[in-house]
């Protein structure tokens, strides 16, 4: 079993939807987590963090964390062309950061 | 403020060369970290540092690959003698390593073995 598993994807959503992303992680002991950004042929780009169970928002994007369930997911609200990238969700357990394998999100026009 | 910085950004050599990449933390970021990055594969770690100590090299795929870090401002990632199979984008990333801080990347170097 993976430490942190994503779906791969391609998710596609119209311009204007909201785009959510999902991602779960097995170490219960898990800390803190992360969702980067990662347009093609870049590097991973962070986006949004999260420690505590609840909602964290910033601007479009509200990042969701349920420890209980193991669970973090990222929604996008008013997705634009250019949120077309690949999300990362990373957790980090004492320093160690697992790195998921990334959803492909396309905004479409 | 200045990221972290790797050079080259491109490398392309000859199987059986040896390559060397070369990082620069963020200044104050006491953990640095070496990851590789593929299609197949994602992103994986290869090695990370605390302090300039090594912590864990459980990722390094092989003895071909080492990696150093002098100084709290500079490590290298060494392959000798590289192999085709090493192409790859080559990630260093550096954080300050207390509790809930992020990860912070470099642009990358894109390898490519001939």
């Known amino acids: 079993q993976k430490e942190v598993e994503q779906n791969s994807g391609p998710l596609s959503v119209p311009e204007g939807a909201i785009a959510s992303l999902n991602c779960t992680y097995s170490?219960?002991?898990?800390?803190?987590f992360f969702w980067y950004r990662q347009y093609s042929g870049k590097s991973p780009e962070l986006i949004m963090s999260?420690?505590?169970?609840g909602d964290k928002e910033d601007g479009r994007f509200t990042a969701q964390l349920n420890k209980a369930s193991q669970y973090v997911s990222l929604l996008i609200r008013d997705s634009q062309p250019s949120d077309s990238a690949t999300y990362l969700c990373a957790v980090n357990n004492f320093n160690k950061f697992y790195f998921g394998s990334g959803t492909k999100l396309n905004v479409k026009p | 403020d200045a990221g972290v910085i790797q050079s080259p950004r491109h490398e392309v050599t000859e199987m059986g060369q040896e390559v060397t990449l070369r990082c620069k933390p963020i200044?104050?970021?006491?953990?640095l970290f070496w990851y590789r990055q593929t299609m197949m594969r994602g992103l994986e770690l290869l090695i990370y540092?605390?302090?300039?100590?090594?912590?864990?090299d459980s990722g390094m795929p092989e003895d071909r690959f080492s990696a150093k870090m002098p100084n709290a401002s500079f490590s290298t990632l060494k392959i000798q003698p590289s192999e085709p199979r090493d192409s790859a984008v080559y990630f260093c990333a550096s954080s300050m390593g207390q509790n809930h801080q992020p990860q912070h990347f470099g642009d990358g170097t894109r390898l490519s073995i001939l």
């Open positions: 540092f605390n302090n300039n100590v090594p912590i864990d």
């Open positions: 999260i420690y505590s169970n």
């Open positions: 200044s104050g970021h006491d953990y």
């Open positions: 170490d219960r002991g898990s800390q803190s």
